[in-house]
């Protein structure tokens, strides 16, 4: 039972470069999720999917795109890299919360990927 | 809107201290209450949670009780350890959703 994956670990782009960050999860959870982490701001919610063929943005999902074909896979994609996009990427998964109530679920979070962008 | 308000840091203590880390959160619905751990170069990870009113979450001799009274959710332990050096960030559930929000994050440094 690998957990949650990502990669990759690192990586360095240059302004206007697209890439994908990948994130697999093995424990058949509906929900999944990307946060950037940033210094003096916690995690901030980019994009979230609740299951296979259903996306949403989060609090921050300019410049970012993602899908989600499996109930294993949740890419995220960046178009065109920019400088404010350099920061630590998480994914994260976890069971669907019972409908109308709030998520007790712990969530469970990839070890992150360090994308800096120049 | 939903918001979690957390101690800034960092916060440096000598081992066998006592720690507390004040979180406080919106009262928008009844959401559940959690922190998450980070260790250094690592993922975020559960650390406790609690669900309701008056419900204590421990772990690893971690306490927070959810104070529906004051809106908080400190977190604490008697006597910390070198290897409880981290940043802890307190979070909390959104109606209706899984969505989490999370406070800014407290670095804790335990010093021998």
Same mark, same amino acid.
């Given at each position: 039972? *690998?957990? $949650?994956?990502?990669?990759?670990? +690192?990586? $360095?782009?240059?302004?206007?470069? !697209?890439?994908?960050?990948?994130?697999?999860?093995?424990?058949?959870?509906?929900?999944?999720?990307?946060?950037?982490?940033?210094?003096?701001?916690?995690?901030?919610?980019?994009?979230?999917? $609740?299951?296979?063929?259903?996306?949403?943005?989060?609090? $921050?999902?300019?410049?970012?795109?993602?899908?989600?074909?499996?109930?294993?896979? +949740?890419?995220?994609?960046?178009?065109?890299?920019?400088?404010?996009?350099?920061?630590?990427? +998480?994914? *994260?998964?976890?069971? *669907?919360?019972?409908?109308?109530?709030?998520? !007790?679920?712990?969530?469970? +979070?990839?070890?992150?990927?360090?994308?800096?962008?120049? | 809107?939903?918001?979690?308000?957390?101690?800034? #840091?960092?916060?440096?203590?000598?081992?066998?201290?006592?720690?507390?880390?004040?979180?406080?959160?919106?009262?928008?619905?009844?959401?559940?209450?959690?922190?998450?751990?980070?260790?250094?170069?690592?993922?975020?990870?559960?650390?406790?949670?609690?669900?309701?009113?008056?419900?204590?979450?421990?772990?690893?001799?971690?306490?927070? %009780?959810?104070?529906?009274?004051? %809106?908080?959710?400190?977190?604490?332990? #008697?006597?910390?350890?070198?290897?409880?050096?981290?940043?802890?960030?307190?979070?909390?559930?959104?109606?209706?959703?899984?969505?989490?929000?999370?406070?800014? #994050?407290?670095?804790?440094?335990?010093?021998?």
């Amino acid at each position: 039972n *690998a957990g $949650v994956t990502q990669t990759p670990k +690192f990586q $360095v782009l240059k302004t206007g470069q !697209s890439m994908t960050l990948q994130c697999a999860q093995d424990m058949n959870h509906e929900y999944m999720s990307w946060y950037r982490q940033d210094p003096g701001m916690g995690l901030r919610l980019i994009h979230y999917s $609740v299951g296979a063929g259903i996306t949403d943005q989060g609090e $921050v999902p300019n410049g970012y795109n993602v899908s989600r074909s499996t109930t294993e896979d +949740f890419p995220l994609r960046l178009l065109s890299a920019a400088p404010s996009q350099t920061s630590v990427y +998480f994914c *994260a998964s976890s069971y *669907a919360a019972p409908l109308g109530l709030p998520s !007790s679920y712990e969530q469970y +979070f990839g070890p992150g990927t360090r994308l800096t962008v120049t | 809107g939903n918001s979690v308000t957390q101690m800034e #840091g960092p916060v440096t203590l000598s081992e066998e201290a006592f720690l507390t880390i004040n979180c406080t959160y919106t009262a928008t619905g009844y959401p559940s209450l959690f922190w998450y751990v980070q260790y250094p170069g690592e993922g975020l990870q559960l650390l406790l949670k609690a669900t309701k009113a008056d419900d204590k979450g421990s772990n690893k001799g971690f306490e927070a %009780t959810y104070r529906k009274e004051t %809106t908080s959710f400190h977190l604490e332990k #008697g006597s910390v350890q070198v290897s409880d050096s981290a940043v802890y960030f307190c979070a909390r559930s959104n109606f209706g959703n899984e969505k989490l929000t999370f406070g800014t #994050g407290t670095r804790l440094t335990i010093i021998p």
